[in-house]
């Protein structure tokens, strides 16, 4: 389904109303005939947007998953989405550039106010306030905020009235992230991998993946407490937090090392006062096609970014990354440095860490689904069924005749 969605305008897809009106969870329930794969469906949506089924579209989360290259791409460790990390932390890259920067990096001061207008004896085009009472001037802003935190900020003159709200209409997801370190990788000596899926709604914790250091230190399980969970153990203390995942380990692997953690840390996205939440924001039924045509259209000279505007790995670093940089590619436009044509471009394929396709046996490409299977067996049994009649009606037309 998703295939036929294009990545930069889901809302032109074949069947974008019909699926934009549509939630997630009413596909779910009308594509999975048994309850472990409505089950598991529901995970894959709360594990990838961190949200429940009946709040996001359906035509939003197939875009999503086609702009993430499918639905094993953006499963998958190795080959995947989850593949890499990086040495020392991936801080590094704003710490770095910040250092590059020197102090025209301004930390601690929230802006509150944009306005285009050249005030006098200025000029600058865009005016900034902050919430410390500071101002700058600049030729072009580049907005990489969350929807839901642009919002917050006044612009002057006002976003159009649709695009606005849409900014309404697009809240973070729900999502705590869950630490637990160990003396041991217990799980390694029982040749357990570290990635668990758990379907039981009294576990806390969704899925789990192996934290250890490459070299294997720093033993450690990250696990994810997602979407209505994450909002349920909202009130919870940490600890309890920590011994209800460590339980839940434990059953899970059989193993009562697994209860005894040296270490534990945890961060709720949604107590972060600059995102709101994570991963993303949330498209609801109708958002795509009534309210997110032009979403990336600059206005003014403001420009707009943030991994909610990309049109690959949206949702992640990656998306951010490329918003930024197609923002970035605008302002040489307008600049004149470089032609229209030149603001989509795209970067060239990393060398070192490659996709590679991703391969299916012939059993996964020929077997039918429960619906499909059950429709080739009517289809079968009504040839079977007609074939049958026209033998008993010949055979009756040959007893006659003999006769």
Known sequence: MGEEIPADAPWDAPHALEWDHMTMK????????????RDFGTLFVNVNVTSEPHEASALW??????????????????NGGQERKFVGGSSQISERM??????????????????????????????????????????FAVL???????????????LPPVRAQLL?????????????????????????????????????????MDDCKPDGSYPAIMGFILSRKARRLASLSKEERCRRICDVYARVLGCEEARH????????????AFSGGCYTAVCAPGTLTDFARGMREPLGRLHFAGTETATRWSGYMDGAIQAGERAAREILHEMGKISRSEILTEPEPCLEVPALPMRRSLLERALPSVGGLLRLLGFTG??????????????RRGHLALR
């Open 382 to 395: 009504a040839l079977a069924a007609a074939a049958t009649t026209a033998a008993l009606v010949a055979g």
């Open 144 to 158: 990489a905020l969350p929807p839901a935190m642009l919002a917050r900020v006044e612009l002057a003159p006002a």
């Open 261 to 272: 953690p040296v270490h534990y840390e945890e961060r709720n996205w949604g107590e972060e």
């Open 61 to 78: 989360f197939l875009w999503y998953l086609k702009q993430c290259g499918g639905t094993a791409r953006i499963f998958s460790t190795t």
């Open 26 to 37: 009413q596909l779910l329930d009308k594509l999975c005939w048994t309850k472990v794969t």
């Open 168 to 208: 309404q209409r697009l809240p973070m997801g729900s999502v705590v992230k869950c630490m637990v370190y160990y003396r041991s990788a217990f799980w390694r000596d029982k040749d357990f991998c570290g990635t668990m899926m758990i379907l039981d709604e009294e576990s806390p914790i969704g899925l789990t």
């Open 98 to 139: 910040a250092e590059s920067l020197g102090d025209r990096v301004k930390l601690s001061s929230p802006v509150t106010q944009i306005e285009q207008q050249q005030p006098p004896g200025s000029s600058g085009r865009v005016h900034i306030h902050t919430e410390g009472g500071d101002q700058y001037m600049a030729d």
